[in-house]
């Protein structure tokens, strides 16, 4: 689902279950990612480095993690950033962003994930549990959010 947002920004909602097709419709510049981590083990927590390491070769600029495990995961990016720095590699990812929000609102994330980067012409993208009633209630603050802001 494609949802067109302020400074023709552009958002996606990837259903994990679809992970690794979700990737195939960034052909743009990558901004801003949302996980959540409602749940979560160390197996789970592993498969996402592929992901994480072809987000941020995308241009990915800003990692937004939400739910109860939220921290971890966040601990987990912020090691592959470091990894990938050390590497020997020419890219800078210093400036790369990462946050983590385990008591923070529905509200208070979608506007953070939304709003913490001031870019035009860019996509975000959520990767959201369809079947989980708390990625629901994080979708739907993050459509209300869009929503507010486009009202005059």
Partial sequence: ???????????????????????SIIKANLASVLFSAWELD???????D???????NLGCKCFVCAGTYSELLHDSIDN???????GGRQENYRD?????????????VADFF??????????WLAF???????????KAA??????ESVRP
């Fill in 1 to 23: 689902m494609e949802v067109i947002f302020s400074n023709s920004n552009s958002l996606f909602f990837v259903d994990k279950a679809q992970l690794k097709n979700g990737l």
């Fill in 96 to 108: 790369i962003i990462t946050s983590w929000h385990d008591t923070d609102s529905d509200d208070e």
């Fill in 142 to 147: 993050i459509l209300k959010a869009i929503d």
């Fill in 80 to 86: 592959i950033i470091s990894d990938m720095s050390i």
């Fill in 42 to 48: 160390e197996i789970k927590l592993k498969s996402l």
């Fill in 128 to 138: 959201l549990d369809e079947g989980n009633s708390s990625d629901n209630r994080l």
């Fill in 114 to 123: 939304l709003y913490s980067m001031n870019v035009s012409n860019m996509v």
């Fill in 50 to 56: 592929p992901l994480v390491k072809k987000l941020i």
